[in-house]
């Protein structure tokens, strides 16, 4: 699976938006990109997922570059409850025998009053 | 909904003893995964099942981890016997055929073995 880099960590002031970047350099034609965040003390959540096009759910947006080597996770407008550890992970279409999810380290996301 | 239930969702332990974690994927799905997290080591696939069948457990730490799948509504993971570094929050997951769609995770249980 390709390798993912995001920064370690990030403030966002309440209720503007918060932007999480992921490089994916590596990323090969049948990968997705996924992300998840942590909140502590609770299970990770999953959030969204694409694979070439923008996707947009209730929780956040997925931009992804033209060339797929990088993604933006946008939460359009950050509450307390969005502090968490958000996880970028790029993982091939999920065939049988294909799911693996690898979790880095993540980019622990404050959100600041 | 009620989600993915795990219990119990706090163990503690003697090392030696044997220890077993239970979960209950979404109803209806077809995918369940077993993951570990400590903070050296972060959160760790050990072990998924399709359909009830084990597909990929090369993430199980050795032969004191097993994990059944009885049917598609239950799952244990066992270590026997336990040891202090089995310390962790263990967390079950489940999803729904797989293709491209997220995986839903449990509340965990943490587990401490003195």
């Known amino acids: 699976d390709a390798k993912t880099t995001q920064p370690t960590s990030m403030d966002c002031a309440e209720g503007r938006a918060a932007n999480l970047p992921c490089n994916h350099s590596?990323?090969?034609?049948?990968?997705?990109v996924y992300w998840y965040r942590q909140i502590h003390s609770q299970g990770p959540q999953y959030i969204i997922h694409g694979l070439k096009n923008n996707e947009t759910n209730e929780m956040a947006s997925l931009i992804i570059t033209e060339d797929r080597k990088s993604s933006t996770l946008i939460l359009p407008h950050a509450t307390l409850r969005d502090t968490a550890v958000y996880y970028c992970i790029v993982r091939p279409h999920a065939n049988f025998g294909n799911e693996k999810l690898t979790f880095g380290t993540g980019t622990r996301l404050t959100i600041i009053p | 909904d009620a989600g993915v239930i795990q219990s119990p969702r706090h163990e503690v332990t003697e090392m030696g003893q044997e220890v077993t974690l239970r979960c209950k994927p979404i109803?209806?799905?077809?995918?369940l995964f077993w993951y570990r997290q400590t903070m050296m080591r972060g959160l760790e696939l050990l072990i998924y099942f399709n359909n009830n069948v084990p597909i990929d457990d090369s993430g199980m730490p050795e032969d004191r981890f097993s994990a059944k799948m009885p049917n598609a509504s239950f799952s244990t993971l066992k270590i026997q016997p336990s040891e202090p570094r089995d310390s962790a929050v263990y967390f079950c997951a489940s999803s729904l055929n797989s293709l491209a769609g997220g995986q839903y995770f449990g509340p965990g249980t943490r587990l401490t073995v003195l």
């Open positions: 109803s209806g799905h077809n995918s």
């Open positions: 590596t990323i090969s034609g049948n990968e997705y």
